[in-house]
């Protein structure tokens, strides 16, 4: 029977593969003499992946903030919150934290969440953040700080704290000239929304005298806090003197005052230097006034104005006119320096002046050397 004998034929190799196949793996499972048994690898912990979703403003006076956190990938041991650089909050199950913007201490907040694994931390993206403020924005100083700034100085008004944008209306400020006329401007939010600046829509022509001032009173921080409500009128209001200086530094030496009062530019155009008469508010004779001179490098003050003897009365509203070919100071006879003739022009306390040939009222038109 031939079919049988072709099965037999088959059938001892492959009893042989098999008895061989579960040798083999009898020979594998066991461990060479002095070697120790393998040890099962271990399936790697779970990724945990954490995302957070907050609820409410990110500047808040009033009503709740939330922020929820959820976990995914596994159970994580604990969730905790880490806040402004403290001690880990341990947030329960369902891992939200309610901030109540009326009754929770001010200032601003950041909030990281965090899964703890068996072996390793998982962290959010990113820090959620929110400002609790109910305090009401103020002034805290107005610019610039000198009397007499450059033309590109613009007058401001510097805040304590970010003003909210959409709070600012058409026209907020007023800007008028020395004669009271209107300046047209442009009322200009800066450095993160704490300058409020009022930016002249046409280019400035020195001299001239602006005031500035506040006029809304219902501007607003980013929190919706309106503004102090009880402002002077002086930190309201702001002035500046514009002379024909591009670059302005504070003054030192002779000339730390604390108000120019009068300007003139002496020399020949195109070389002309400024002449300046002040006030000298560190000098034992601060109702004296001075005039000092600009010679390209520093301030030369002049001689002083009037003898001792002759400052029975103080001088006021001094005004100083430059021209000509020589420098002379009035009152000094054969005092001749290259440069232009310097005049002094002022006005005594009711009566005719005894120095310069002032006389009272003051002239607003300066005489002219001869």
Same mark, same amino acid.
């Given at each position: !029977?031939?079919?049988?004998?072709?099965?037999?034929?088959?059938?001892?190799?492959?009893?042989?593969?098999?008895? /061989?196949?579960?040798?083999?793996?009898?020979?594998?499972?066991?461990?060479?003499?002095?070697?120790?048994?393998?040890?099962?690898?271990?399936?790697?912990?779970?990724?945990? &992946?954490?995302?957070?979703?907050?609820? /409410?403003?990110?500047?808040?006076?009033?009503?709740?903030?939330?922020?929820?956190?959820? *976990?995914?990938?596994?159970?994580?041991?604990?969730?905790?919150?880490?806040?402004?650089?403290?001690? @880990?909050?341990?947030?329960?199950? #369902?891992?939200?934290?309610?901030?109540?913007?009326?009754?929770?201490?001010?200032?601003?907040?950041?909030?990281?969440?965090?899964?703890?694994?068996?072996?390793?931390?998982?962290?959010?993206?990113?820090?959620?953040?929110?400002? *609790?403020?109910?305090?009401?924005?103020?002034?805290?100083?107005?610019?610039?700080?000198?009397?007499?700034?450059?033309?590109?100085?613009?007058?401001?008004? *510097?805040?304590?704290?970010?003003?909210?944008?959409?709070?600012?209306?058409?026209?907020?400020?007023?800007?008028?000239?020395?004669?009271?006329?209107?300046?047209?401007?442009?009322?200009?939010?800066?450095?993160?929304?704490?300058?409020?600046?009022?930016?002249?829509?046409?280019?400035?022509?020195?001299?001239?005298?602006?005031?500035?001032?506040?006029?809304?009173?219902?501007?607003?921080? &980013?929190? /919706?806090?309106?503004?102090?409500?009880?402002?002077?009128?002086?930190?309201?209001?702001?002035?500046?003197?514009?002379?024909?200086?591009?670059?302005?530094?504070?003054?030192?030496?002779?000339?730390?005052?604390?108000?120019?009062?009068?300007?003139?530019?002496?020399?020949?155009?195109?070389?002309?230097?400024?002449?300046?008469?002040?006030?000298?508010?560190?000098?034992?004779?601060?109702?004296?006034?001075?005039?000092?001179?600009?010679?390209?490098?520093?301030?030369?003050?002049?001689?002083?104005?009037?003898?001792?003897?002759?400052?029975?009365?103080?001088?006021?509203?001094?005004?100083?006119?430059?021209? $000509?070919?020589?420098?002379?100071? #009035?009152?000094?006879?054969?005092?001749?320096?290259?440069?232009?003739?310097?005049? !002094?022009?002022?006005?005594?306390? $009711?009566?005719? $002046?005894?120095?310069? $040939?002032?006389?009272?009222?003051?002239?607003?038109?300066? @005489?002219?050397?001869?």
């Amino acid at each position: !029977m031939p079919p049988r004998s072709t099965r037999v034929r088959w059938a001892i190799p492959l009893l042989y593969l098999a008895l /061989g196949t579960a040798a083999c793996d009898t020979l594998k499972s066991e461990p060479k003499p002095g070697q120790p048994p393998p040890i099962d690898e271990e399936e790697p912990p779970p990724e945990l &992946r954490v995302t957070v979703r907050t609820e /409410g403003p990110e500047f808040c006076r009033e009503g709740q903030w939330t922020l929820s956190v959820t *976990v995914e990938g596994g159970t994580p041991e604990r969730v905790e919150l880490l806040t402004n650089e403290q001690a @880990p909050m341990t947030l329960e199950a #369902p891992y939200r934290h309610v901030i109540d913007c009326a009754t929770h201490a001010e200032g601003r907040f950041s909030f990281l969440a965090r899964a703890v694994g068996e072996e390793q931390n998982f962290e959010a993206e990113e820090a959620s953040v929110v400002a *609790v403020d109910r305090t009401a924005p103020t002034i805290v100083s107005r610019r610039p700080l000198l009397s007499h700034p450059s033309v590109s100085a613009p007058l401001a008004f *510097v805040f304590s704290e970010p003003l909210l944008p959409g709070s600012i209306q058409a026209s907020p400020t007023q800007l008028r000239d020395q004669d009271g006329f209107s300046v047209a401007h442009q009322a200009v939010l800066r450095e993160d929304g704490t300058v409020l600046e009022l930016v002249p829509s046409s280019p400035l022509r020195p001299p001239v005298t602006l005031h500035a001032e506040l006029l809304q009173r219902t501007l607003t921080d &980013r929190a /919706g806090n309106l503004l102090e409500p009880n402002l002077t009128v002086y930190t309201r209001t702001h002035s500046a003197t514009y002379w024909p200086f591009s670059r302005v530094t504070e003054h030192e030496g002779p000339l730390n005052t604390y108000y120019p009062v009068s300007l003139a530019l002496g020399g020949v155009f195109p070389r002309t230097m400024p002449v300046v008469g002040f006030a000298n508010l560190y000098s034992p004779e601060s109702d004296e006034p001075s005039v000092a001179r600009w010679d390209g490098h520093t301030w030369q003050q002049l001689p002083p104005l009037r003898a001792a003897t002759e400052r029975t009365r103080p001088a006021q509203n001094l005004q100083v006119a430059a021209h $000509g070919e020589s420098t002379s100071r #009035p009152g000094s006879s054969g005092m001749k320096k290259p440069g232009s003739t310097i005049s !002094m022009w002022c006005a005594t306390s $009711g009566r005719t $002046g005894n120095a310069w $040939g002032c006389p009272t009222p003051l002239n607003p038109t300066p @005489p002219r050397s001869r």
